[in-house]
């Protein structure tokens, strides 16, 4: 079982940062890999980034590389997206969601079915 809860949501300028976090619990969590979706209004959701069950490897959408970072804290069993020079076209609501792995470097794309769901946090990019 995984339970997730996304957190640091708010309005930011274009250009600005923002850092995600999501705060997992349950049992085995260092068996699931983590990713970030988005899904902005009359929009499909779409992937953002996901981190592999070990920490040791991401993937990125190409709309944020360079500007978006994945990153994962075992000790505080946090999962944090880093957003820096934010776009208007980033402004969404950002779920995280996790996937059965098992303990592996393997970092499955955020395009496939993640079973375990936040229930989002909003993010608004504007001026």
């Known amino acids: 079982q995984l339970q997730l809860e996304e957190s640091g949501g708010g309005l930011v300028q274009p250009g600005g940062s923002l850092r995600l976090s999501c705060e997992l619990s349950?049992?085995?969590?260092?068996?699931?890999?983590i990713a970030w979706f988005r899904q902005a209004p009359g929009k499909e959701r779409e992937g953002v980034s996901s981190?592999?069950?070990?920490?040791?490897?991401?993937n990125y959408a190409d709309s944020v590389k360079g500007r978006f970072t994945i990153s994962r804290d075992d000790a505080r069993n946090t999962v944090y997206l880093e957003m820096n020079n934010l776009k208007p076209e980033d402004t969404a609501v950002y779920y995280c969601a996790g996937k059965l792995t098992g303990y592996t470097d393997y970092v499955p794309r955020p395009e496939n079915d993640w079973g375990y769901w936040g229930k989002g946090t909003l993010v608004t990019v504007s001026s």
């Open positions: 349950g049992y085995n969590l260092d068996y699931y890999a």
């Open positions: 981190i592999s069950s070990s920490g040791d490897n991401s």
